[in-house]
């Protein structure tokens, strides 16, 4: 497995657990919305320019996806 794919899934576990502790769900409430709106698939795609921020600004991404799809969380 290359560094960079290391990274992402890094970033991918880490933005998973910050969403379940600030959303207050449960980490299967949370692999739903994950697997539902391909959270995972966003970062994997956009980690180019997330990795540049911290993990709680690729939150922040997270949510806003998430909002402009009807979703509140």
Same mark, same amino acid.
């Given at each position: 497995?290359?560094?960079?794919?290391?990274?992402?899934?890094?970033?991918?576990?880490?933005?998973?657990?910050?969403?379940?502790?600030?959303?207050?769900?449960?980490?299967?409430?949370?692999?739903? &919305?994950?697997?539902? *709106? /391909?959270? !995972?698939?966003? &970062?994997?795609?956009? *980690? /180019?320019? !997330?990795?540049?921020?911290?993990?709680?600004?690729?939150?922040?991404?997270?949510?806003?996806?998430?909002?402009?799809?009807?979703?509140?969380?």
């Amino acid at each position: 497995m290359s560094e960079e794919r290391i990274n992402i899934t890094h970033m991918q576990c880490h933005v998973f657990r910050m969403a379940q502790v600030k959303w207050g769900i449960s980490p299967k409430e949370c692999a739903e &919305i994950f697997r539902k *709106y /391909d959270i !995972l698939g966003f &970062i994997n795609d956009c *980690y /180019d320019s !997330l990795h540049l921020n911290s993990y709680n600004c690729a939150l922040d991404d997270v949510e806003t996806l998430l909002h402009n799809q009807g979703v509140a969380v």
